[in-house]
């Protein structure tokens, strides 16, 4: 079972996406670049204040020789050469700045710098509560950064929402097209972009173009149509003048039936083909209560000449009886176009034909048999409506049109070791 593709996001998702992971990345970086400023800043002040701070002591000392220094609530002085009541953080600091640092169990931010007549002073600041407020303004600065991402982000939706609906209008009215119907343009919805005008004319252009190649299309099947029902009447009437004769040998006889039954076939076919390009619709009218099985023995027997020289037979499998509402030609003409492409298929063997009582009839080939892919490409192609130029007989393409119309399925499938098989399930015509 093969997985089925998933199905790629839409625009608007895409550029909801992209447009929040750039703010994302832009946050991220904003964010962590002003931590870093803010780092830098933060040490150029500790440094200045307490710098300055130990200047002016020793100032204040060189001047009175009484001076002591008092402690206030956020700055202790301490004298890393005594060894009474200095905090264990301080031992073993080295000469400098030194932020983030525990006294007491306060976070501080301690210069030490050595002095001509103290020896070796650590100036502690005590930067607790800055550091609550630091966190504080860094928690609000990041709340502030995901309200930003999900703002932009309801923003774009929105925008982006507005942006591509007229391209999503446009890509429905697209879905809305259906293959022969005249008349039919697509508009631009209320604020589209001049690309989608510009996509707009190429498809309305496509489709009067598109409309112009059907019509002639049709005026040529209905012109051939009618230059072909002439000599297809001479040959009838030829042909029944001279089923008249008594005397015409039993075998020559056989022989102007057969004439005779294929050139109504071919009328008969005129007929749909002609229904089938004005109005199709019109197809399942013409039906009428068809032996399939009966037609299968006579489609076979029409077609045993195809048979040549090779090495090949065609033989009946089981052949239920089964009546269908249908087109009596479009069953021969469908029924003898697949037997005829299983028979120039295969050089040799059996091709066997059967006949279920739901009305599926089946052909089996000999023949080389076709791939998975090969299989796949056919069932594509039908599905598509587009022919190629192998000879086919009416093709498989408007068999696909007619089994469309009727409501009939055909399937081809590979057969081991070699071979393939040909269904064609006329089953919703069927006869209770």
Known sequence: MTERPRRPASLRRRMVLWLLAFTAVVSVLVFAVGIQVHEHAEHAAWRSLLGSELAAIEEHAARDPGYRWQDSDTLRLYRLDSTTDLPGELRGLADGLHDNVHVDGRLSAVMVRRSGRYGRLALVLDIEDFHEMESFAERLALLGGIVLIVVTGLAAWLGVGRLVRPLSVLAEDIAHLRPGVPGQR?????????????????????????????????????????????????????????????????????????????????????????????????????????????????????????????????????????????????????????????????????????????????????GHGMSPEEISAIHARLARGTGDDRSEGIGLELIARLCEHLGWRLVFTARQPQGTRVSLDLGRSRLA
């Open 186 to 366: 697509i508009e631009v919805a209320r604020g589209g972009s001049s690309e989608l005008y510009v996509i707009a004319q190429a498809l309305n252009d496509y489709l009067e173009r598109n409309a112009r190649f059907v019509e002639r299309e049709r005026v040529f099947i209905t012109t051939a149509s009618h230059e072909l029902r002439t000599p297809l009447a001479v040959i009838g009437g030829a042909t029944e003048l001279a089923l008249g004769n008594p005397a015409l040998p039993a075998q020559a006889r056989a022989q102007m039936q057969r004439v005779l039954r294929t050139a109504q076939d071919v009328e008969q076919l005129i007929q749909l083909l002609l229904v089938l390009a004005r109005e199709p619709a019109r197809l399942a009218a013409l039906s009428e209560p068809v032996e399939l099985d009966a037609v299968i023995r006579q489609v076979v027997e029409d077609h045993a000449h195809l048979l040549g020289d090779k090495q090949l037979a065609v033989e009946f499998e089981p052949l239920q009886p089964c009546t269908v509402m249908a087109p009596p030609g479009v069953v021969r003409a469908a029924i003898g176009n697949l037997l005829r492409n299983a028979i120039e298929s295969s050089d040799s063997g059996v091709v066997r034909v059967g006949l279920s009582a739901a009305g599926v009839a089946t052909i089996d080939d000999p």
